[in-house]
């Protein structure tokens, strides 16, 4: 066992790679770090939101990671060269929940806009606003054929 130490604050959300070789961390440092789950070691700090990071997540292949933020923006990133890979701009609140589709292919954001919002990771572009919650959204995520989305809402 290892603590991870590096942020210089509370960390709101961890996630391991799918092959458990990698750790991705957010914090209210406004970073992300990725790090090395056997040894302890930071492996890459990833710099590009102003505010809390609330919400980090895995691509199911390992190459990308996801993260959202008290910024209004989800973040993509590669996750061997630490390189932003795109911003997707588009929530009016803090973002609070990320996830990446089974295949890779799309992401899904929940905020305190009170939407969920489902973003093509290739073109880097909105697909659809789902509506309907009353309150701020704190988690979305895929069902694992992909088809579905659910998410919560105080």
């Known amino acids: 066992m ?25 914090s209210e440092d406004k970073l992300v770090k990725t790090w090395n789950p056997e040894t302890g ?11 809390s990071v609330n919400s980090v997540a895995f691509s199911s292949d390992g190459k990308r990671i996801v993260s959202g933020s ?3 923006n989800v973040m993509i990133w590669n996750t061997e060269t ?7 701009t588009g929530h ?15 992401v899904v954001s929940g905020s305190f806009d009170k939407s969920v919002k489902i973003w093509n990771v290739e ?18 995520s895929f069902s694992p054929d992909g088809k579905r989305v659910v998410s919560g809402s105080e």
């Not at 070691?41 to 505010?51: N, P």
């Open 2 to 26: 290892h603590t991870l130490t590096g942020h210089k604050g509370a960390v709101y959300s961890v996630a391991f790679s799918p092959g458990g070789k990698r750790v991705v961390s957010g």
């Open 123 to 140: 073109t880097l572009t909105e697909v659809g606003t789902l509506t309907g919650h009353s309150g701020w959204v704190f988690a979305a």
């Open 92 to 106: 009016s609140g803090w973002v609070f929940s990320v996830a990446f589709s089974p295949n890779g292919k799309l």
């Open 41 to 51: 070691q930071e492996a890459l700090t990833l710099k590009g939101h102003s505010a």
């Open 82 to 88: 630490g390189a932003q890979v795109g911003t997707l």
């Open 70 to 72: 008290d910024d209004k």
